[in-house]
């Protein structure tokens, strides 16, 4: 069973850079997209962007210019960064797969959210 | 952007009746080369991540009841469950994968009347 699990920092200040990232087990990170998908709380999702396993990359034009994506194969891992955040960053990030029925779009697997405070 | 705009925002409807769920997208989300809608259908219970109920529209996942049923095409999508079950509280999302950037509807959330 594929299994995703999203970690680091709650807390983040203002103007500063959330990092997160996610670990896949259960499966190999190859031949899959990986998404990043926030909820802030009470509202509806945004997708922000995805990886492929080979690094292919496509961002959200309302936050390309602050996002970073990452793969790490050997880790089985990838990993999001958000530079100089707001309070409208808060939010639960999920990571989720793509590509199971042949497109990155649709999220077969989710990881439990990554709850993202910012405040100083 | 394409905008997904869900209707109605929540619903209550009674054990057991037939549940509906509708979903427009701004613009067309079928592609003509292989006549599938980039449209899918997510369920999210309280404190749980989104979980894939349906893809390619019409498609359902996996273990998923077959109580769920999605159809539609172009721009015009409805998520129906045709007899609801206390388990089926929920918020519903669709969501097109057509172009990019990738975006949902504003959810719908379902409760038992």
């Known amino acids: 069973q594929v299994q995703l699990q999203e970690s680091g920092p709650g807390l983040v200040k203002p103007s500063e850079t959330l990092s997160l990232t996610c670990s896949v087990s259960?499966?190999?990170?190859?031949?899959?997209?990986w998404n990043w998908i926030r909820q802030p709380p009470g509202k509806g999702l945004e997708w922000i962007a995805y990886?492929?396993?080979?690094?292919?990359?496509n961002y959200n034009p309302s936050l390309k210019s602050r996002v970073t994506l990452s793969v790490d194969t050997s880790k089985n891992q990838f990993s999001l960064k958000l530079s100089s955040v707001t309070a409208a960053d808060t939010a639960v990030y999920y990571c989720?797969?793509?590509?199971?029925?042949?497109?990155?779009?649709?999220?077969?697997?989710w990881g439990q959210g990554a709850l993202v405070t910012v405040s100083s | 952007d394409i905008v997904m705009t869900q209707s109605p925002d929540s619903l209550a409807v009674s054990l057991g009746e037939r549940a509906t769920i509708n979903c427009k997208s701004s613009?067309?989300?079928?592609?003509?080369?292989?006549?599938?809608?980039?449209l899918g259908w997510y369920q999210q219970k309280p404190g749980q991540p989104p979980k894939l109920l349906i893809y390619w529209a019409s498609t359902r996942e996996s273990g998923v009841p077959d109580r769920f049923s999605g159809s539609g095409s172009g721009t015009d999508f409805t998520l129906t469950i045709s007899s609801l079950q206390a388990e089926d509280v929920a918020v519903y999302y669709c969501?097109?994968?057509?172009?990019?950037?990738?975006?949902f509807g504003q959810g719908t959330k379902l409760e038992i009347k």
């Open positions: 990886i492929s396993y080979s690094a292919t990359t």
């Open positions: 613009q067309s989300v079928l592609y003509s080369s292989n006549n599938k809608n980039y």
């Open positions: 969501h097109q994968h057509y172009t990019f950037p990738y975006t």
């Open positions: 259960g499966g190999s990170i190859n031949s899959y997209y």
């Open positions: 989720a797969r793509g590509y199971s029925y042949g497109h990155p779009g649709i999220f077969d697997y």
